[in-house]
């Protein structure tokens, strides 16, 4: 007899559908996995003949195939357990032992003629899965190709949390299954997906009761079960005690274990002293989605105000909050996300790897740039990194997306963050401040500025210097607060969204290199004004354009519609020189 199942595997970020087949024949004992499963699938078996008898169904007793097709596509992780499992029950037909009303005393398995002896004491699992008695079996198909199944088994059969659970519902409702039963710790984020009927479930019994539940009663079954997995987690927010309480107006978690130190973790930015020039152009950044360079004197606050950036950031759509979910699902990380409201925040450290950074390796690896879409992606100490790694966001920094190798298939993964990078001006960080207090020759300034390639420097919207806050203004907190910020970065996003609707970007920094010119409109006296900018600094095309686009967002934080020369102007001052160590100091 020979079932099919549907069920879900993970590339990357998206899930692609892999049918479980499963044969049984007479014949010694065999239980074996094809299909180019990996060595976590492989182990599966294990789990999968203990679940099905401590759940008190018969495993065969003769020669059980099962495959995943496409058979020449790598599978891995354990969330085919699951639907491994429900094959092999819907493939065995009547094999069942030790339910209730079943009499077996010796424990051992139930054969087909035993059952017809029972008779009715069996219980009867409905579509196909066991019946009560021989030849009332329905084909073995259950629901397949109307309903899919992930989840990973433990050996007592209850059925485990994995992860790419999102993906694989955002794929259900893609290939036109309606139906999914996940595991019961997975529900929250499987509901996410609009458009598909979720059933979630703790046990392999639950699992198979949900799989042969007749079609005209599905809809209704199921939602009784979502209303339970509900009730359990608003109990379990209850229950469970809350997390400290933000010491700001505005709470923002860290992005996981790129995430800063706790003693940042609520930052406000009234809590850094002066910085007013900074503090602006880190306003523009965060309403216009611009790249931003911070380069300034050890402990004049560029750590502190990039971490004070998740406090202005505005809410993440529906649409950004779902991509994103994605992604973090396919990691199994999704409960460090959190809401809406907490844009990811990854904080890389300079030991990172190439590999960490883009994302690859076998098996696939999500990298932080990647973890960072719709967020933020902060570099400190930009000029200390190893000069391979900075180098290797050229891509991600100009096309919003990364391309990794998975296995002999190229993978292309979302990487459309915000960038913020933290330097010192020299060896000693004291080039900035006042005479005498450098120690670096100029030479040794230029050789330090250099690590920065001017690629990269070209790629950010807005490079702003620092230097150390005057003895006055050490302790006299700023009246300004994160809140008060983010009213007019959140404005300004609004008016964003309204012009860009129904355009393939959001946000001013998105903006397209021909689109720009439709979107931002320059008068003839503005044209004038950036042509001499470029003769004099012998700007770029790409610098070019990104003048214009922080000029629309300082134009959208006025709430106009038209960019004025004031704009353009205080946009060219965001550019500074084409290397760190000049321009003057913020």
Not at 291 to 307: D, E, F, T
Request: aromatic share 6%; proline share 5%; hydrophobic share 35%.
């Amino acid at each position: 007899m020979i079932s099919r199942i549907v069920t879900f595997g993970l590339s990357g970020t998206r899930a692609f559908r892999v049918t479980v087949e499963t044969d049984i024949t007479r014949g010694i004992p065999y239980y074996d996995i094809v299909g180019l499963g990996s060595e976590a699938v492989r182990e599966s078996r294990k789990r999968i003949r203990a679940a099905i008898i401590n759940q008190k169904y018969d495993f065969p007793s003769g020669h059980v195939t099962q495959n995943l097709a496409p058979a020449d596509v790598r599978k891995t992780g354990s969330s085919f357990d699951l639907p491994l499992a429900l094959g092999i029950l819907c493939a065995g037909g009547n094999w069942r032992r030790g339910s209730p009303g079943t009499v077996n005393e010796s424990g051992g398995y139930c054969e087909p003629d035993e059952y017809a002896e029972y008779g009715a004491a069996c219980v009867e699992l409905r579509g196909g899965i066991a019946a009560s008695g021989p030849g009332s079996f329905s084909g073995g198909e259950g629901n397949a190709g109307t309903t899919g199944v992930v989840g990973e088994l433990s050996l007592d059969g209850t059925v485990r949390p994995v992860k790419g659970v999102l993906p694989a519902a955002v794929c259900c409702r893609e290939e036109g299954i309606g139906r999914i039963i996940v595991p019961f710790d997975n529900y929250e984020e499987a509901s996410l997906c609009p458009g598909i009927e979720i059933w979630p479930v703790k046990t392999l019994r639950e699992a198979a009761d949900a799989y042969s539940c007749p079609q005209e009663t599905f809809s209704e079954e199921s939602r009784k079960a979502r209303e339970a997995a509900h009730a359990a987690l608003t109990l379990a927010r209850q229950i469970l005690p809350t997390k400290k309480e933000p010491v700001s107006n505005n709470e923002q978690g860290t992005g996981g274990n790129g995430g800063t130190d706790s003693l940042y973790e609520y930052c406000d930015m009234a809590d850094v002293y002066g910085q007013r020039g900074a503090k602006r152009a880190l306003e523009i950044a965060a309403a216009g989605k611009h790249n931003i360079l911070m380069v300034g004197s050890p402990g004049c606050g560029k750590s502190m105000l990039a971490v004070c950036l998740k406090g202005i950031l505005p809410d993440m759509t529906f649409d950004e909050f779902f991509e994103t979910s994605q992604i973090y699902s396919s990691c199994g990380m999704e409960k460090e996300l959190g809401g809406r409201d907490r844009r990811p925040f990854r904080a890389v450290h300079r030991g990172i790897t190439r590999t960490a950074l883009i994302g690859g390796g076998r098996p696939l690896e999500i990298g932080e740039v990647s973890l960072a879409h719709n967020g933020v992606l902060f570099f400190d100490e930009l000029s200390e990194m190893p000069r391979g790694i900075v180098e290797s966001l050229r891509l991600p920094l100009e096309e919003k997306k990364v391309f990794v190798n998975n296995c002999g298939i190229k993978e292309m993964l979302p990487a459309n963050f915000l960038f913020v990078g933290a330097a010192n001006p020299c060896p000693c960080g004291n080039y900035y401040e006042k005479s005498g207090r450098c120690t670096c020759s100029y030479s040794a300034v230029a050789n330090y500025a250099s690590r920065i390639s001017g690629a990269i420097l070209d790629r950010m919207d807005i490079r702003v210097n620092m230097r150390s806050v005057d003895a006055e203004r050490i302790g006299n907190r700023d009246a300004e607060t994160s809140a008060e910020v983010k009213k007019r970065v959140e404005a300004a996003r609004r008016l964003q969204l309204e012009r860009y609707r129904n355009r393939p970007f959001t946000a001013n920094g998105d903006i397209d290199n021909i689109s720009y010119v439709k979107e931002c409109e320059l008068s003839p006296s503005i044209r004038k004004l950036l042509s001499g900018a470029v003769e004099n600094f012998g700007l770029s095309v790409r610098a070019y354009e990104k003048i214009v686009k922080v000029a629309r967002t300082i134009a959208d934080l006025d709430q106009r519609e038209t960019i004025s020369e004031d704009d353009i102007l205080e946009s060219l001052q965001y550019r500074g020189c084409e290397r760190p160590e000049g321009g003057a100091a913020a």
